[in-house]
């Protein structure tokens, strides 16, 4: 077990690479956000993280269904508990489903770019929409 948001037992550029694919946006609030671009930043020479993007319609990380994750988080959470659009089909409780709220945070990209200020910012598209955001730092 590990915090990603804490690697301080590791100096820094301890890693040649560090890659991340979906996991900022499962880390928590903005600030534990941007303590993870740090130690990311600060533990790699080189990094590759990659995250969904909060305008592309559909979160990958929860939903079966389109645009939902736009929707007020107490309509997201009935909609949790009553439907199953989640990968994992309906959520049973509606305290549950606040919980599986809370663990997703997709960004944008103004805070990506804000957590990776020395990264070269790449944007993966699929049919012309940004569908995730790449932050590399090649030197």
Same mark, same amino acid.
């Given at each position: 077990?590990?915090?990603?948001?804490?690697?301080?037992?590791?100096?820094?550029?301890?890693?040649?690479?560090?890659?991340?694919?979906?996991?900022?946006?499962?880390?928590?609030?903005?600030?534990?956000?941007?303590?993870? &671009?740090? *130690?990311?930043?600060?533990?790699?020479?080189?990094?590759?993280?990659?995250?969904?993007?909060?305008? $592309? %319609?559909?979160?990958?990380?929860?939903?079966?269904?389109?645009?939902?994750?736009?929707?007020?988080?107490?309509?997201?959470?009935?909609?949790?508990?009553?439907?199953?659009?989640?990968?994992?089909?309906?959520?049973?409780?509606?305290?549950? &489903?606040? *919980?599986?709220?809370?663990?997703?945070?997709?960004?944008?990209?103004?805070?990506?770019?804000?957590? $990776? %200020?020395?990264?070269?910012?790449?944007?993966?598209?699929?049919?012309?929409?940004?569908?995730?955001?790449?932050?590399?730092?090649?030197?």
């Amino acid at each position: 077990m590990g915090d990603a948001c804490d690697l301080s037992s590791f100096a820094d550029r301890s890693f040649d690479l560090v890659h991340s694919n979906s996991v900022i946006e499962h880390v928590g609030n903005w600030s534990r956000m941007k303590a993870f &671009a740090n *130690e990311a930043r600060r533990v790699g020479r080189y990094y590759y993280v990659q995250t969904p993007y909060f305008w $592309f %319609p559909i979160d990958p990380t929860n939903y079966r269904s389109p645009l939902i994750h736009w929707l007020p988080r107490p309509w997201q959470a009935r909609l949790l508990n009553t439907f199953p659009l989640t990968h994992v089909g309906r959520i049973e409780t509606l305290d549950s &489903a606040f *919980e599986v709220l809370d663990s997703t945070q997709l960004i944008d990209a103004r805070q990506f770019a804000i957590a $990776f %200020p020395d990264a070269q910012i790449v944007r993966e598209r699929v049919l012309g929409l940004t569908k995730s955001l790449i932050a590399i730092r090649r030197d």
